[in-house]
């Protein structure tokens, strides 16, 4: 069996990722090929729609496969990663910006890359294992694959606690945050993909979808707003640590696991993203940390504590929220010029 499946079936052009034992893990040439249909269906007046699913009950895609990185990274080789991400960010704004209906169904682990390629389209469908996060300050990286301007367009400062807890949601608070658009129980989701590659109509999805429940974040919504509206990470830090709320607790707790420097710049890159009007804004601002991030930030230390030694104790640049200069973050996020992403490669 391939990494992923690509086809035409009767109205649907059809994606389904088939790394179930690496929780369908984004795999360079998985997104590649993932381009290739998108800009072969585009005109195929035959392919009505697209549906992108993944096989196995534990995830839909719980991120990009960054093993290679690793390897290429430590050895002084920055440019797989660079070029990874390259490809990967206009196969973001592609899904983001395509002209025909691109639904995704979302069981079990969305996270990451994941979100990149299930969360950018116009039907996001949820069921009852669904887990959606941006985990990625735990390894270092902020959050990407345009996933920061979802962040940003979320209710209130919903985006900042979501970006830099990592926090899961369930099924009710992905579509309350924006990250999803329809709960459908997925003993349904067999009989909804035929009636989606018979005839191509998308109303089956509404008709299909029923209320979700079990959220949490809108009730959190008032307390989020008032702990994650600080200027900057050391402002967010503060305000957690003056306030003796259980919330609080736990929200400092999940952002000890992650690196302080990746969150500084991430709270940096939600706040300046709420007036952007295009994914492409996001991605250019994503793409100044990553293609810096082997280089001068915490991502090959964060690969190597989660994924590599698995040790779980990363040595952090910084020891404390409170300890990121805000110059380093800036010169992080300066434009890249001539490396910044070539947006004349897109149709």
Known sequence: MSDIWIRAEGRAGR????????LNALTYDMVLEIERAL?????????????????????????????EMYASGTAGNFDYGRQFWRD???????????PKPVVSLLQG??????VGVGCHGSHRIVGESSQIAMPECGIGLVPDVGGSLMLALCPGHLGEYLGITAFRM???DAIFAGFADHYVPQTNWATLTETLCANGDIKAIEAASIAAEGGTLEVNLPQIDALFCGAQLRDIYRNLTWDDSEFAKEALKAIGRNAPFAMACA?????RLRSAT???QALDMEFR???????????????????????????????????????????????LKEHALRWEEMP
């Open 15 to 22: 994606i389904t990722l088939q790394r179930p034992k690496a």
């Open 39 to 67: 800009d072969a269906w585009r005109a195929d007046d035959a392919v009505k729609l697209v549906l992108i699913d993944a096989k196995g009950e534990k995830a839909f895609c719980a991120g990009g496969d960054i093993a």
């Open 88 to 98: 990967e960010y206009r196969l973001n704004a592609k899904l983001f910006e395509y």
């Open 109 to 114: 682990f969305t996270m990451g890359g994941g």
């Open 170 to 172: 369930n099924a009710a």
């Open 267 to 271: 709270v940096q890159i939600i706040r």
């Open 278 to 280: 295009s994914i492409r």
């Open 289 to 335: 940390y990553t293609y810096r991030a082997m280089k001068q930030g915490d991502f090959i230390e964060g690969i190597r504590a989660a994924i590599i030694d698995r040790d779980r104790n990363p040595s952090w640049a910084h020891i404390s929220p409170e300890d990121v200069p805000s110059g380093e973050v800036s010169a992080m996020l300066m434009p």
